[in-house]
């Protein structure tokens, strides 16, 4: 025994009956051990409570058991968007269940990436889930030059081919709601859109205006910007009514933009959805059907986005090839009282 105590892996392989190399395949889960050694060995470490010591399986390894989960938006932001929030906690248990410890890092601003670079490059994580990088973003540039294996949820900003990512399908999301508030008898249907500059607002705003054109009615457009909080919902959707006093519906490119919209209606005198029907994006489950009305919204899965990325990762780290590739997620209407 080591003077702290502890038991080592001689100890173990001592105590199961076997070599040093047969008992360190067999914590390590290599095939090359016969199922009877590893039985054994197991039994020995539990029976001594070993551990195996983590920066000395680093070494030989080179792997640290851990992925930073990288979200390039403002802390403040991100806290307060039920969308991140969904995709940490998905990040923690889809991570856990590989047996991978995650690392949290928000990328405030552009001065964050070089160090956010330097940490990563460091040996300290085996690789990252990236999240929310806009267009102009460096930060996509950035990694592809450090050699560490990244999966981005949606498509990176910078537009470059040879990306892995998991996207939904943010066009078709935008499209089936304009196609619902017209199929109910709405003729002028405004939106509010997220930052231009961000993938997903984009394809949202493109997939409204493809909506639009589809029902013929593409020839006024009543779009506002947002930056995805219920406060620019709100700003945008009263600059909406003053440009068009008679608009009857609103698509808000995220749930917390439709909650801001509903807010500045009811403060116009507007009935939702009587006067003015709303859809949001997202679908978020604490508060789409908690809003009053009950949110019509667009429903993704940002768990099932998380697993996909994970997959994705391991299979990475695992020395598969695997084609750099953008997978694309369904999404579906949820029809409420709002729309």
Not at 173 to 193: D, K, M, P, Q
Request: proline residues 6%; glycine residues 10%; contains cysteine.
């Amino acid at each position: 025994m080591p003077i702290d105590g502890r038991p080592t892996l001689e100890d173990v392989a001592a105590y199961a009956g076997v070599s040093r190399s047969t008992a360190s395949r067999a914590l390590n889960d290599d095939a090359y051990v016969s199922v009877r050694a590893r039985e054994k060995v197991l039994g020995a470490a539990q029976e001594l409570g070993y551990s195996p010591n983590q920066a000395a399986r680093s070494l030989v390894t080179r792997r640290t058991g851990a992925v930073a989960v990288v979200l390039s938006e403002p802390e403040a932001k991100v806290l307060d968007d039920p969308y991140f929030a969904s995709v940490m906690h998905g990040a923690f248990r889809e991570l856990s269940a590989v047996g991978a410890q995650m690392l949290l890092m928000f990328v405030d601003s552009r001065d964050d990436v070089p160090r956010t670079i330097k940490f990563l490059e460091g040996g300290h994580a085996d690789g990252a889930l990236v999240f929310a990088p806009h267009k102009g973003d460096p930060l996509p540039t950035a990694l592809r030059l450090a050699r560490l294996p990244v999966v981005y949820g949606g498509r990176p900003g910078n537009g470059k081919r040879g990306s892995h990512a998991v996207d939904f399908d943010n066009k078709a999301g935008a499209r089936l709601a304009v196609e619902h508030l017209y199929a109910s008898g709405r003729r002028r249907i405004a939106t509010v859109t997220g930052m231009v500059d961000h993938p997903a607002a984009a394809d949202r705003l493109d997939g409204w205006r493809a909506g639009l054109a589809s029902v013929g009615l593409g020839s006024v457009e009543l779009a506002e910007p947002g930056d995805f909080t219920m406060g620019s919902g709100e700003a945008a959707t009263v600059r909406l009514l003053a440009r068009c006093p008679e608009l009857d519906a609103v698509f808000a490119a995220s749930d917390l933009m439709a909650a801001g919209a509903m807010k500045a209606l009811r403060a116009a005198g507007r009935r939702v959805p009587d006067d003015v029907a709303v859809i949001g994006f997202d679908d978020h489950p604490a508060l789409a059907p908690a809003m009053e009305p009950p949110l019509t919204s667009i429903h993704q899965d940002p768990r099932e986005q998380v697993r996909q990325m994970v997959r994705k990762l391991m299979a990475l780290l695992g020395g598969e090839d695997v084609r750099p590739e953008t997978t694309i997620l369904p999404v579906t209407l949820v029809v409420r009282e709002s729309a």
